[in-house]
């Protein structure tokens, strides 16, 4: 099993749509989570930090369930420019990142 | 403007040539990385600098030499590189414990490799 697991996609959805992306990992011990968001040919950039209580950001709300080892990435009104790659990123209790490769969003208008 | 900067953003080099990619952060890091991403694949780990030391060598061919001459400074040298060795190439910076407190890591534009 791969240490974190995404489906890469591509989603293609409408403007003002919602769309959902979950995201596993293997490692139970795992402390940290992010999302990353990566444009076509740009570096991935942090988009938001996962806590246990999960957490809302504007359109973006992220969660996580420990139970199942699993986070997730909520997108409420789809932009056009929320198109790209969404990077699911854990830290599985040691001094590194472990990164996915990636679930790639395309909205359409 | 980014924290972490690189150059070139672009290079074409053959395989018999010598050349450097450099990385400068300018966000009180105290750890360093260098990442390979290439197409349909997951962020490959290749090294990672703590307080100047390198800490971790992900099995990466010789051909690929790191370079860490202080906290703000990294620098990758490539010679006699395989075709297979063209993709994107990121730097990255963090505090040390990353992860730690939620501390994660913050990537330059990178460095497109085009090895001919």
């Known amino acids: 099993r791969k240490e974190v697991e995404q489906d890469p996609g591509p989603f293609n959805v409408p403007e003002g749509a919602t769309v959902a992306f979950n995201c596993t990992y293997s490692n139970s011990a795992s402390q940290s989570f992010f999302w990353y968001r990566q444009d076509c040919r740009k570096e991935p950039k942090l988009l938001m930090s996962?806590?246990?209580s999960g957490n809302e950001d504007g359109r973006f709300t992220a969660q996580l369930n420990r139970a199942s080892q699993y986070i997730s990435l909520l997108i409420r009104d789809s932009k056009l420019s929320d198109s790209a790659t969404y990077l699911c990123v854990v830290n599985p209790n040691t001094d590194k990142l472990i990164f996915g490769t990636g679930t790639r969003l395309q909205v359409f208008p | 403007e980014t924290g972490v900067t690189q150059t070139p953003r672009h290079l074409v080099m053959g395989m018999t040539n010598k050349k450097s990619l450099k990385c400068e952060q300018h966000l009180g890091h105290n750890a360093m990385y260098w990442y390979k991403q290439s197409a349909k694949k997951p962020l490959e780990l290749m090294f990672v600098?703590?307080?100047?030391?390198?800490?971790e060598n992900n099995s990466v061919p010789s051909r690929f030499s790191p370079e860490c001459p202080n906290s703000s400074h990294l620098f990758l040298h490539l010679h006699t590189l395989q075709p297979e060795d063209s993709a994107l190439y990121l730097c990255?910076?963090?505090?040390?414990?990353?992860?730690?407190?939620?501390?994660?890591?913050?990537f330059g534009e990178g460095s497109w490799l085009t090895v001919v």
């Open positions: 990255a910076s963090s505090q040390e414990d990353v992860g730690v407190s939620g501390n994660t890591i913050y």
């Open positions: 600098y703590s307080l100047e030391e390198r800490v």
């Open positions: 996962v806590y246990s």
